[in-house]
């Protein structure tokens, strides 16, 4: 697919041609890769309430804990 992008401000225009010479990449192939990369760091965000929800039910699920004060005390030699 081809995309036009009109108006990019100078400042991203130079940190993107820099990049590109950088990583030894055409200036195209550097956007590419930075569109690429955005695109998966937003697929990523959006799965991120999912997982959050995951783990608190996963973290509900599990069986509650006992105190470890007296097991730390006892491991230190000063159980009181």
């Known amino acids: 697919m081809n995309l036009t992008v ?3 401000p100078d400042p991203v225009y130079r940190v ?5 010479k950088r990583n030894g990449r055409s200036l195209n192939a550097e956007i ?3 569109l690429e990369t955005e ?3 937003a697929a990523r965000r959006r799965q991120l309430p ?3 929800q995951e783990l608190d039910q996963f973290a509900a699920s599990l069986p509650p804990l006992d ?3 007296p097991l730390i005390r006892r491991a230190r030699g000063r159980e009181r």
Request: no cysteine; proline share 0%; charged share 40%.
């Open 6 to 8: 009109k108006n990019i």
């Open 67 to 69: 105190d470890s004060a």
């Open 16 to 20: 993107m041609k820099r990049e590109a």
């Open 50 to 52: 999912n997982l959050r």
């Open 39 to 41: 695109s998966a760091e």
């Open 32 to 34: 590419l890769r930075a």
